[in-house]
């Protein structure tokens, strides 16, 4: 497989209220080290793809608010490699925009899309899949990667594919499903044709551009003379126009949902979506009562702690907690609770937005 | 009654870990703001007998490492009324040490030994009992106030009076018990004829004196040069031999048990110990949900929470527990193991001794 016109798109425009309050506007979840120590998510994503795409071909889109702080923690990449979108319309401008840019760059440019705050456990694995998924856009399928499921997670989206879901490297996506409800998700488990949607996508920049064409054309309208800008400002004044009239959707719904050859490529290489700080629990090292954090544990067990260097934090007597501590606050939760924390956020809307 | 001749001895040397992490070495319990916003216990002690004795009347007995921060709490006393204990030998040295002082200062003496990390609700009440206890003193008797117990209480002390308690002013105490079963602390609240020992004591300074001399007479003897003191110099060198050769024992145990003429004064004032962050919960304003503490708050109750101030604390979904967090420290546990917090200090001990 070559990979000289491979493109990483890290999509970094999130906003991730649910890591409150280590997350704040200026600093959200991929630039926070959730999994690994002292490595924020982005950059752990950008090192996951750097055997197959060096830093001059990885570009970032990301918020006006946040590309500061996004080159200060990608460090290696060229400045113009960070597309600040004027304002925050979903995934597909956001492609869209990437598209162009590449295509400016490299007729033959081929698109990896990935999600700048996910996980991935076995790096090996996942090089494989990428692999096979950048080859199996060769021919201009979009191609998208799915897990195969481990429990009837109701949070993800899910892909269903022909038949079951073989040891084979391609298949072809009959349907996505939003998050379904419990009973939904364990059929979709036990059928063995369905697999999470991993939110990363693969295919020829000239391809997704024909189908932002024929499913968007709109934005595909609005967003073209990218292709032929002839300079950073001239770029930014299209991209602005192209997102005021744009629709806020995702790629998902706005494209991939009515392309045709489309594919899923399987892979099993540890995945997480880090979804919640119950998934930081999940991912860190664990002492034997299942404690994990830098913590002082006197009887507690299953607890995850996140605190300030040099901070103590002791728990006596208590389980399966989340706590979170910073300079200016502090959360304590269950872990079951740990996807209700955008309430919290709401909560001190107007009355402590400098927390937030 | 007359007032001239009393002497408030408040015994200020206690170190209170079960306060950790807001308590320190240097900060113990009674220096700090537990049952009243920005007033401290001591604070709050010696303003409660105000009406009976003046600053100039009122002995601080303390630690040397604590002294410049016992005066600065008790700034309207004279520098010299803060005792500074060489070492810290339990409270028989202490209560030898302010009689024979306050003797020397004035022959008819009356001491009223108070505990500095107490807290009173009725304040009313407690001095009309104080005075009773003071008027009971005066032919020479050993007065304690014992508390009507509202539970079977097991961390407290019990006196057990010769018939059932009446409405009567003074009754002789036939023992004093130490912390009992459960089981024993519900036959003492049914009998009627048991009373908390609160740890306040009213004698002449010549009555305890001559008690001392009985009972224990090489602290007598070590002592009483005290009382013919011609400079604080001199008064230093005396208390520091006789702390040095001094059993650390209690003054109930030492003196109090052993002694003839031992009278209580029932009191019920709405008294507390302080002995715990639980009853810091219990003392505190609290919302619908029975939280207490600056907290944001979200489907939890009954939790208590002491934070600096401004900080945020976010509470979502949890129960029940006491969420202590200062800037290098921060607690969390269940209500009901507030009892427990020194075992955490015990666990920092040689690892984190900057925390303690």
Redesign the interface.
């Known amino acids: 497989m070559s990979t000289e016109h491979l493109f990483a798109v890290v999509m970094a425009g999130g906003s991730g209220t649910r890591f409150w309050?280590l997350s704040r506007r200026l600093r959200p979840k991929q630039l926070l080290a959730l999994a690994e120590k002292d490595r924020t998510l982005l950059a752990s994503t950008i090192e996951r793809v750097s055997p197959l795409v060096p830093p001059e071909r990885v570009l970032i889109v990301t918020g006006q608010h946040l590309a500061e702080a996004t080159r200060n923690a990608a460090p290696s990449l060229p400045h113009a490699n960070v597309l600040a979108e004027p304002i925050a319309k979903n995934t597909a401008p956001c492609v869209a925009w990437a598209a162009y840019h590449a295509l400016a760059r490299d007729p033959d440019a081929i698109l990896a899309v990935l999600a700048a705050d996910h996980f991935v456990v076995d790096r090996a694995a996942y090089l494989q899949v990428i692999g096979r998924a950048v080859e199996a856009a060769a021919d201009g399928s979009l191609v998208t990667v799915g897990i195969k499921p481990t429990r009837p997670e109701t949070g993800y989206g899910y892909l269903e594919v022909g038949g079951e879901v073989g040891p084979g490297f391609s298949h072809t996506v009959l349907r996505f499903v939003e998050k379904p409800s419990h009973d939904t998700a364990i059929e979709f488990v036990r059928s063995g044709r369905f697999l999470w949607n991993s939110g990363q996508f693969f295919f020829r920049a000239d391809a997704i551009v024909r189908a932002f064409e024929a499913h968007m054309p709109e934005l595909a309208s609005a967003m073209s003379a990218v292709r032929s800008a002839t300079s950073s400002d001239q770029e930014a004044r299209i991209v602005e126009a192209a997102y005021a009239s744009a629709r806020a959707i995702s790629i998902d719904h706005g494209v991939m949902e009515k392309a045709d050859k489309v594919r899923v490529i399987p892979g099993d290489f540890g995945w997480s979506d880090v979804g919640s700080w119950t998934t930081s629990w999940e991912l860190a090292p664990r002492d034997a009562s299942d404690n994990a954090g830098p913590a002082?544990v006197?009887?507690a067990r299953g607890n995850y702690v996140h605190?300030p260097a040099?901070?103590?934090?002791?728990?006596?007597?208590?389980e399966d907690?989340v706590?979170v501590?910073t300079p200016?606050?502090?959360?304590?939760?269950?872990r079951?609770?740990a996807q209700?924390?955008r309430?919290?956020v709401d909560?001190?809307k107007g009355k402590?937005d400098d927390?937030l």
Chains 1, 2 share one sequence.
């Open positions: 309050p002082l006197v009887d605190a040099g901070k103590v934090v002791a728990l006596l007597g208590v907690l706590i501590d200016d606050a502090l959360l304590v939760m269950p079951s609770r209700d924390v309430a919290v909560a001190l402590r927390v």
